[in-house]
């Protein structure tokens, strides 16, 4: 779920509803902020409204990166889309043709953050060498 706060959208983390044994009941959250990914932590009163975002997650295939970005080509309309660096987790492990999840805002049709997939298979090209008689602490393979 997403929450537009004073013009920021945030992820939802994590929510404990608290009825405390006096006073009112109230919502403790933890939010994630799209653009910069840092927590929030905030308390509402119980009954407060918030505006919920609406969000839709498409898929994309990774084809390249340029001084813009990271660019993506939608695999059924062949639409291309710039993401920033800064709006993927994990963008080292991306590689060519990769299938990713774009959250994208339904209203103004922008993309909010991307979503690596959660296995990748890569290979390893360089170790260093490992020391003979060095078994006293983990060694490297060759």
Known sequence: ?????EGQYYFIV?????KPGKGPAFVRTKLK???TGRILDKTWNSGVKVEEVRIERRPYQYLYQDEMGYNFM?????????IPGASIDGVQFLKDGDMV?????AASET???CELPPHVK????Y????????????????
């Open 33 to 35: 902020n799209v653009a």
């Open 74 to 82: 939608h695999p059924e309309t062949f639409e291309q889309i710039t």
């Open 122 to 125: 890569l290979r390893v090209t």
């Open 14 to 18: 994590e929510f404990l509803h608290v």
């Open 101 to 105: 999840e774009a959250m994208v805002h």
């Open 1 to 5: 779920m997403c929450l537009e706060i």
């Open 111 to 113: 993309v909010l953050t």
């Open 127 to 142: 170790t260093e060498p490992g020391l003979k008689g060095d078994t006293a602490t983990n060694t490297l393979k060759p």
